[in-house]
């Protein structure tokens, strides 16, 4: 019970994050992963962070990230996609990716 509880309560955070006009939006990529780590949806976490990488490898300048993907940790994963999304300001295209993946998912759970 005490699990559904906590499932609860990340989802009414999640859609207290709608808001596109964050100054800091690093910290609020940083709690979205952890939070989606704290209610077991690590695959969705990867799925977020390599179709972010995925979309913008042109940019970027990277392989095929989906043969690499499970090579590396989530944590390796995160760490690469929030330096590439800093070095070439892809940072509210990684946070956007965030808040849509995340309002699919409240969509989903609402239903």
């Known amino acids: 019970m005490s699990a559904y ?7 009414r955070e999640f859609q207290s994050l709608r808001d596109n006009n964050v100054k800091f939006q690093a910290p609020l990529i940083l709690r979205m992963y952890g939070a989606l780590n704290k209610v077991n949806m690590r695959k969705e976490n990867r799925y977020i962070l390599c179709n972010f990488l995925d979309q913008h490898s042109d940019i970027i300048k990277i392989e095929d990230i ?3 993907n499970n090579k590396i940790s989530l944590n390796q994963l995160l760490l690469f996609a929030l330096v ?12 956007d990716e965030y808040i849509n993946s995340i309002n699919a998912i ?3 759970k609402n239903i």
């Open 66 to 68: 989906y043969d690499s």
């Open 5 to 11: 509880l906590n499932r609860t309560r990340y989802l």
């Open 106 to 108: 409240n969509n989903k």
């Open 84 to 95: 590439k999304a800093k070095e070439f300001n892809l940072m509210s295209a990684l946070y």
